[in-house]
């Protein structure tokens, strides 16, 4: 069916981050002596925001006793360098231009914390989305519901015109709690197979086959 609303995962999905992600998380473990992580390591971390990737990426996680420290100086480092090899996909700003000039309403719900959220769209997607939901007070992170459902409020969009575009378990996870059909992109943090195991049973695997799957 077509879709008159789209709500967009955005780690994975529009925005290639892992590099800054990874960076964050190598600054973070030599600043306070802790054990380096590869890059596959921080890809299988991610999704979950970045209080869980900090408890994923250090030894005893939130029981080591250094965590929250480990936290705020992720935290520091990321907001001052969230733009440094963070790029869209190809093809991910005309898609959402095509959708749009087909009535499609597109939107962005994120567990990054909701501030580096509205930087980042703006600065990558300039009057692109609707709306951009992240993580604040009063919403909870995902695989909660309420960052998706903001967001189609937000975008005058109903459940049964809408569906959920995203890379991971916890976007397959997500749009199940909310209501919505979920789309898979197999480009993002986790192959495939990952993603048939969480759920996922519609997959996208270029912007072409994305584009179809909304406006079918």
Excluded at 187 to 194: A, H, K, M, V, Y
Aim: glycine share 10%; hydrophobic share 45%.
């Amino acid at each position: 069916m077509a879709y008159g609303t789209v709500v967009f995962d955005l780690d994975g999905t529009i925005l290639d981050t892992l590099e800054d992600l990874h960076a964050s998380v190598a600054h973070t473990l030599a600043a306070l002596g802790m054990p380096p992580r590869t890059l596959a390591q921080t890809r299988a971390s991610v999704g979950n925001g970045i209080r869980r990737l900090v408890e994923r990426s250090i030894p005893d996680g939130t029981a080591n006793p250094l965590f929250e420290r480990a936290f705020e100086e992720f935290r520091a480092h990321y907001a001052a360098h969230s733009e440094d090899a963070t790029a869209p996909y190809p093809g991910v700003v005309e898609l959402v231009a095509r959708l749009r000039g087909r009535g499609v309403a597109c939107g962005v719900c994120t567990n990054k914390d909701d501030d580096v959220a509205q930087v980042l769209i703006p600065h990558f997607f300039p009057g692109v989305f609707g709306a951009v939901q992240g993580v604040r007070d009063g919403i909870e992170p995902k695989p909660a519901p309420d960052s998706a459902l903001a967001v189609l409020r937000a975008l005058g969009g109903t459940p049964d015109d809408a569906c959920f575009v995203g890379d991971s378990e916890v976007d397959v996870a997500t749009a199940a709690n909310a209501g919505l059909p979920c789309i898979a992109v197999t480009w993002g943090f986790r192959t495939r197979d990952q993603l048939v195991a969480a759920g996922a049973t519609t997959f996208a695997d270029t912007m072409g086959e994305l584009e179809r799957l909304v406006l079918a």
